[in-house]
């Protein structure tokens, strides 16, 4: 009589019975591990759990344990499907370890991954091939000799695309740029949105530059994102002969310095170049703000040079005339001081008209200004800086209002202001208002609450900061 246990299936029955739950639950303890740890692994981990395991031992169970023979089609239909999975979680983790667990500046993280799904469903097929030898027992080298012409025909066909696919494929290796970065062709300047087999695709600002890859990779082009935070912005103005060169230097550095767009570490520098030319240049955050600064750098200057009396491009300029003068002393400075008429007559020749353009800085935190200024047209923003560098608009100052009254005092302003539009004003130094001031006792104390309400406003942003 014939034991069960001398039969070969018991123990392979007995085997699976026994090690398909213990290494089940081994596959699901390092799978939850791995979730907790955030590795890269643990989605092949499930898989290999989840279906390589089952089916597995499923084939196991049919061939070994029930003795059903391996050339039957449900058996070849498992064992096809299990060794299709074997061979996706095989590729998986090879791609989860050798290249999405590589450095950043490695060749394995500079791979594009166009590349790796060629390789993947590359191997795919040979896999498949081979499982269709051993498993079906197809011939397979027909497929291949079938394959190998079709491809030399179509690459005869294409090879001009082809050409261009390559040439992409190389470049999207080498990765001399990236999406987001700046790129200056000699067909065009712009930033990359899009970079595919064919062609890079560039905004320009006035369209899609849709540019082939071979072109790229046979001609010189810059990329002006890298290396990071390096990029610059070179202005050129002209100025008088007669025009000192330190004022107008200092002048076109103080303008750059004030533009929203300069990055945090950058110093403008102003280098004079002969014939009344002046080279300004001007570190960017990013090539995207170049538009924006060169603008607001060129507006800005304009203002800024007929307040120092510079002459920009050769132009006189005669804005504070006589006429505009007396009238914004009557309309605005007199009644604002209290003057008579006499007082008045004699600022004629010692007030000035000047111009800030929008958002130009007027007056700086820490400044102690020289004399006061008086709103003819226009509004001011006054703005506290808060301890982390953030701005805060505290007050709003429109036609008539006045700036500068720490002048009098002679101590540094607490709060900057800012030109919301063009802003025409009337300036007039400290030692022709101090002599016209003191002599209004009452004019001082309306001065002194003032200047006591604008420096709570300061206090009150600072506290608010801290509180935060």
């Known amino acids: 009589m014939e034991h069960a246990w001398d039969s070969p299936w018991f123990y392979w029955a007995i085997a699976i019975a026994v090690g398909f739950p213990l290494t089940l639950i081994l596959l699901t303890e390092l799978h939850n591990t791995l979730v907790r740890r955030g590795n890269r692994l643990a989605r092949q981990v499930g898989l290999l759990r989840t279906y390589v395991l089952p089916l597995g031992a499923l084939l196991l169970l049919l061939v070994k344990a029930s003795q059903v023979p391996a050339g039957d089609v449900p058996v070849r239909m498992l064992t096809t499907a299990f060794g299709f999975l074997v061979l996706l979680v095989l590729l998986s983790g090879l791609n989860a370890t050798v290249f999405e667990a590589a450095p950043e500046e490695s ?19 040979i896999g498949l091939a081979f499982m269709l030898s051993y498993i079906w ?40 740029f990236r999406i987001d970065d700046w790129l200056d062709t000699t067909t065009g300047r712009g930033r990359v949105i899009e970079v595919n087999w064919r062609s890079v695709h560039i905004d320009t600002g006035g369209g899609i530059r849709v540019m082939p890859n071979s072109m790229l990779a046979t001609t010189s082009f810059t990329n002006l994102s890298r290396p990071a935070g390096v990029y610059k912005l070179g202005m050129t103005t002209t100025f008088s002969a007669t025009d000192p060169p330190d004022r107008v230097c200092a002048m076109l550095s103080r303008v750059a310095a004030g533009l929203p767009q300069l990055r945090i570490d950058s110093v403008p520098r102003s280098v004079p170049l002969g014939g009344g030319e002046y080279r300004t240049s001007i570190g960017l955050k990013s090539p995207a703000d170049d538009g924006a600064a060169r603008s607001t750098f060129l507006r800005w200057v304009w203002y800024a040079a007929r307040r120092e009396q510079l002459h920009l491009d050769g132009i006189e300029d005669g804005f504070s005339s006589p006429e505009r003068v007396e009238y914004a002393l009557r309309t605005v400075v007199a009644p604002a001081l209290r003057l008579n008429a006499d007082e008045e007559r004699s600022l004629y020749s010692r007030a000035r008209l000047v111009r800030y353009g929008a958002d130009e800085v007027v007056e700086y935190t820490g400044q102690v200004p020289t004399g006061m200024t008086f709103l003819v047209v226009g509004r001011v923003q006054l703005a506290a800086t808060t301890d982390d560098g953030s701005i805060v608009p505290i007050s709003t100052l429109a036609e008539g209002s006045f700036l500068g009254l720490t002048a009098l005092t002679r101590q540094p302003n607490l709060a900057s202001a800012y030109a919301l539009e063009e802003v025409t004003a009337l300036e007039i130094d400290r030692e022709h208002l101090e002599h016209l001031v003191m002599r209004e006792p009452l004019l001082l104390q309306n001065f002194g609450r003032i200047l006591e309400e604008r420096r709570n406003k300061v206090r009150r942003v600072g506290r608010s900061d801290r509180v935060g």
Request: charged share 10%; net charge positive.
């Open 137 to 176: 027992g197809v011939r397979v080298g027909g497929v291949f000799t079938a394959l190998g012409i079709t491809s030399v025909v179509i690459g005869l066909m294409l090879q001009n695309s082809v050409g261009q696919i390559v040439s992409g494929l190389f470049m999207l290796f080498e990765q001399p």
């Open 107 to 125: 060749w394995r993280k500079r791979l594009p991954g166009i590349f790796l799904d060629v390789a993947r469903f590359a191997l795919i097929g």
